[in-house]
């Protein structure tokens, strides 16, 4: 069965340094998010991305975040200068526009575990 | 009022059990709905999409209620490997596409 992939599966970095979270969305799929989760607290949306460009993003998404889709394959998550508490699990997830309902299913990944020191 | 609202829970239940977990949403134009589950530090699993007329799969079934603005998941014949947080989760407005997450409803089944 298809699914997402995410690398890495936990990443370590400084505060104000710059990280690449990296993912694969299914291969049909047109629809690619990220979504992330502080530990606790519940999945949170930050941005979703079509036909090359930003769909819609959330306040969570502000200028330090920015996405790609550098090739046909791989969906990226940038944050330019991580602070403490950009420290949460990052789910990347994707969908197609499915003929009957509900049309738009997302399936997530393994996710990130980001932790900024 | 929360978008997406659900009992924390923990529901202890045993093997064999019945157990229905509640949802709520605060936007009557919400469009999709959705069970998913998610084990302690993994990803949000679909369990299942909730239609309109209500729906079953195998031990689970998801009802939805439109004028009430209310969800639930029902789980009969508990296993211990339906513990797990479910998480309800719902497409808030029309003409978008970010899922609204729940804050999750525990369920331990024990032996």
């Known amino acids: 069965e298809p699914e997402v992939t995410q690398t890495p599966s936990h990443q370590v970095t400084q505060m104000g340094q710059e990280v690449i979270l990296r993912c694969v969305p299914i291969?049909?799929?047109?629809?690619f998010y990220w979504y992330r989760q502080i530990l606790g607290q519940k999945v949170e949306f930050l941005v979703s991305f079509y036909n090359n460009e930003i769909s819609e993003k959330s306040e969570i998404f502000d200028d330090q975040f920015s996405v790609e889709r550098p090739d046909g394959s791989n969906f990226t998550l940038k944050i330019r200068s991580t602070k403490l508490e950009d420290s949460a699990m990052y789910f990347c997830?994707?969908?197609?526009?499915?003929?009957?309902?509900?049309?738009?299913?997302?399936?997530f990944g393994p996710g990130t575990r980001l932790t900024v020191l | 009022r929360k978008e997406v609202e659900q009992d924390p829970g923990p529901f202890n239940v045993p093997e064999g059990a019945t157990v229905a977990f509640n949802c709520t949403y605060s936007?009557?134009?919400?469009?999709?709905f959705f069970w998913y589950r998610q084990d302690c530090r993994k990803e949000p699993k679909l369990l299942m999409s909730?239609?309109?007329s209500g729906n079953e799969d195998g031990r689970f079934t998801a009802q939805l209620n439109r004028a009430s603005q209310y969800i639930s998941l029902l789980i009969r014949d508990s296993k211990l490997s339906d513990s797990a947080t479910y998480l309800c989760?719902?497409?808030?407005?029309?003409?978008?596409?970010?899922?609204?997450f729940g804050s999750g409803t525990r369920l331990q089944v024990q032996p």
């Open positions: 909730v239609y309109s």
């Open positions: 936007n009557s134009a919400s469009q999709s």
């Open positions: 997830a994707s969908s197609d526009w499915e003929k009957r309902e509900p049309r738009d299913t997302q399936y």
């Open positions: 989760v719902v497409n808030i407005d029309t003409g978008r596409r970010a899922l609204t």
């Open positions: 291969s049909n799929h047109l629809y």
